[in-house]
């Protein structure tokens, strides 16, 4: 058993990313966690459906909760700012979207995203959009022309390009076209459990074939004991990941869901289709009808493995990737490390 003591003092000296948090930012308990959890930086979502204008405003509403929680979370455009936000005992919040919907077809918006902080960009939540499919989506046609030209000029800002809600073989051309290595911020193996959601193996080692990184994710529905999944299973699903693709190129990306109402997760399966009554709509999970009826259950929760239900509980993750055999090194490769040397490498 590792002391409890030592994986303290190896958390808190550590630097810690999740890949991915899609919380609502309104809630004050959502900050609180990240600090209590020691988070150095997150992935934190800043459009999934909106457009242009919407997705400015979200961003707007950052300015004032970098002022009034200025002593725990920072705006990070670099690496030097997450190093920065590690020194000051801070959580350093990249801006990603978990679509490309955004800039609304046209490239030169990408400029402007990329001045106000945007770091990550998914190329397609779910369906089919000007870039490329979803991984809901039947066919998946791959990356359009547009699709191309909107690969290099995120190479050429510096944005890192995600695959992780995304059509095989969109994912595909994406690694192909892509000149700098990109991510799965939030998925796991679909070889350790065979879900849609979850990338195979040739996309796996596609991405790493380019020094690429994965962010397993906590998302119970996405890990094989669902909503009874523990913090051990959690490692097991870290573990087949390792073993698979190699320890440089695993990170975590929890996808957390924090404070978000019944609303917000409907809104979330049907995307702008909000008003329609979703019996007539498409299974965007690529799941049964089934799973479509349970999101949009009222009684519908996140579930998150026991143990690490909220950010708060990343120290326990530090302490169970010890005690499960790995080094202090090779722990903070995966928690942190390796999606930092990926962000020096695409962001320059």
């Given at each position: 058993m590792v002391h409890r003591d030592r994986a303290a003092k190896l958390h808190a000296e550590s630097i810690i990313i999740d890949g991915l948090n899609v919380s609502n930012w309104q809630e004050p308990e959502v900050f609180a966690h990240l600090h209590?959890?020691?988070?150095?930086?997150i992935n934190a979502t800043v459009a999934i459906w909106e457009n242009f204008t919407e997705t400015l405003d979200?961003?707007?509403?950052?300015?004032?909760?970098?002022?009034?929680y200025a002593d725990i979370i920072m705006p990070v455009k670099t690496v030097a700012d997450?190093?920065?936000?590690?020194?000051?005992?801070?959580?350093?919040?990249?801006?990603?979207?978990q679509n490309s919907d955004s800039i609304e077809g046209d490239l030169r918006r990408l400029r402007i995203f990329h001045e106000l902080g945007v770091r990550v960009i998914q190329v397609t939540y779910n369906r089919s959009n000007f870039v490329g499919s979803g991984y809901a989506e039947s066919p998946d046609y791959g990356l359009s022309n547009f699709g191309l030209d909107f690969i290099a000029e995120c190479n050429r800002l510096g944005i890192l390009l995600d695959c992780s809600h995304v059509g095989h073989k969109t994912t595909m051309d994406t690694i192909e076209a892509s000149t700098k290595p990109i991510a799965f911020t939030h998925?796991?193996?679909?070889?350790?459990?065979?879900?849609?959601?979850?990338?195979?193996?040739?996309?796996?080692?596609?991405?790493?074939?380019?020094?690429?990184?994965?962010?397993?994710?906590?998302?119970?529905?996405?890990?094989a004991q669902r909503e009874k999944a523990t913090l051990s299973d959690f490692v097991d699903t870290i573990d087949y990941m390792v073993k698979l693709i190699g320890i440089d190129h695993v990170g975590i990306g929890m996808d957390f869901t924090q404070c978000q109402s019944q609303e917000w997760f409907r809104w979330l399966i049907v995307g702008r289709n909000i008003d329609k009554d979703p019996r007539f709509l498409t299974d965007l999970q690529g799941q049964s009808q089934e799973w479509v009826k349970v999101r949009l259950?009222?009684?519908?929760?996140?579930?998150?493995?026991?143990?690490?239900?909220?950010?708060?509980?990343?120290?326990?993750?530090?302490?169970?990737?010890?005690?499960?055999?790995?080094?202090?090194?090779?722990?903070?490769?995966?928690?942190?490390?390796?999606?930092?040397?990926?962000?020096r490498e695409v962001w320059g």
């Open positions: 209590q959890g020691g988070l150095t930086a979200n961003i707007a509403r950052w300015y004032p909760r970098f002022e009034k997450i190093e920065r936000a590690k020194a000051e005992g801070k959580c350093g919040i990249i801006f990603g979207f998925a796991n193996a679909r070889s350790f459990y065979d879900i849609n959601r979850n990338k195979t193996d040739k996309e796996l080692k596609a991405l790493v074939a380019k020094g690429g990184v994965v962010g397993v994710t906590g998302y119970a529905y996405f890990i259950s009222p009684s519908y929760k996140a579930v998150f493995p026991k143990g690490l239900s909220t950010p708060a509980d990343f120290p326990n993750l530090t302490r169970a990737l010890l005690e499960r055999g790995y080094s202090e090194l090779d722990m903070q490769k995966i928690m942190g490390k390796n999606f930092l040397n990926l962000f």
